[in-house]
T-cell receptor, first 113, second 117 residues
Framework: AQSVTQLDSQVPVFEEAPVELRCNYS??????LFWYVQYPNQGLQLLLK??????LVKGINGFEAEFNKSQTSFHLRKPSVHISDTAEYFC???????????FGKGTMLLVSP | NAGVTQTPKFRILKIGQSMTLQCAQD?????MYWYRQDPGMGLKLIYY???????DKGEVPNGYNVSRSTTEDFPLRLELAAPSQTSVYFC????????????????FGAGSRLTVL
């Protein structure tokens, strides 16, 4: 079984500042990794995913994440955030031999002017 | 293209009442899922289905039932509502499985907020 730890429940930042949202996972087998974003009162939507190949993955809205197998991490980064990036971000992992996703508890990104 | 449609968006139940949360997708996805989201707890998988006629329990199935008579529909049934079932429920679907060429990318509905008093 796999698990996901999102180390920060809230991350407050000022507009145009860089941000990193941390995610660590545990699994005994190879995994797929995902970041989903949830805007207020909406469902989740896919931000980016790592399946294989390059460890640096680019997603929508200028976000990127880097898969680090040795540290079992998949941190999400953006060099300059906007007010509109205020949302909750969920890291998720899927065992390559299994069908369901396991989600972290989420990180609320709060962007202030 | 509607994607995943959930109804109702909001519902208040009394303890002991029953209800069904509806979920429909028009993308011909094989896999469908029900998650519940509680503040600070992330999403927990309740039930999932790999195709019509096949369902399986997730992490938190107690107090819920599901059925999958068609590819499109995956209703979630609460038989005896309890305050612990107050939550936001999300239905999702996916086209590919981890057993095929790619990983699951889930498409989520907008959610159903349920309050049990």
């Amino acid at each position: 079984a796999q698990s996901v730890t999102q180390l920060d429940s809230q991350v407050p930042v000022f507009e145009e500042a860089p941000v990193e949202l941390r995610c660590n996972y545990s699994s005994s087998v190879s995994v797929y990794l995902f970041w989903y974003v949830q805007y207020p009162n909406q469902g989740l939507q896919l931000l980016l995913k790592y399946l294989s190949g390059s460890t640096l993955v680019k997603g929508i809205n200028g976000f990127e994440a880097e898969f680090n197998k040795s540290q079992t991490s998949f941190h999400l980064r953006k060099p300059s955030v906007h007010i509109s990036d205020t949302a909750e971000y969920f890291c998720a992992v899927s065992d390559r031999g299994y069908s369901t996703l396991t989600f972290g508890k989420g990180t609320m990104l709060l962007v202030s002017p | 293209n509607a994607g995943v449609t959930q109804t109702p968006k909001f519902r208040i139940l009394k303890i002991g009442q029953s209800m069904t949360l509806q979920c429909a997708q028009d993308m011909n996805h094989n896999y469908m899922y029900w998650y519940r989201q509680d503040p600070g707890m992330g999403l927990k998988l309740i039930y999932y289905s790999v195709g019509a006629g096949i369902t399986d329990k997730g992490e938190v199935p107690n107090g819920y039932n599901v059925s999958r008579s068609t590819t499109e529909d995956f209703p979630l049934r609460l038989e005896l509502a309890a305050p612990s079932q107050t939550s936001v429920y999300f239905c999702a679907s996916s086209e590919k499985t981890a057993l095929s060429s790619g990983a699951n990318v889930l498409t989520f509905g907008a959610g159903s907020r349920l309050t049990v008093l």
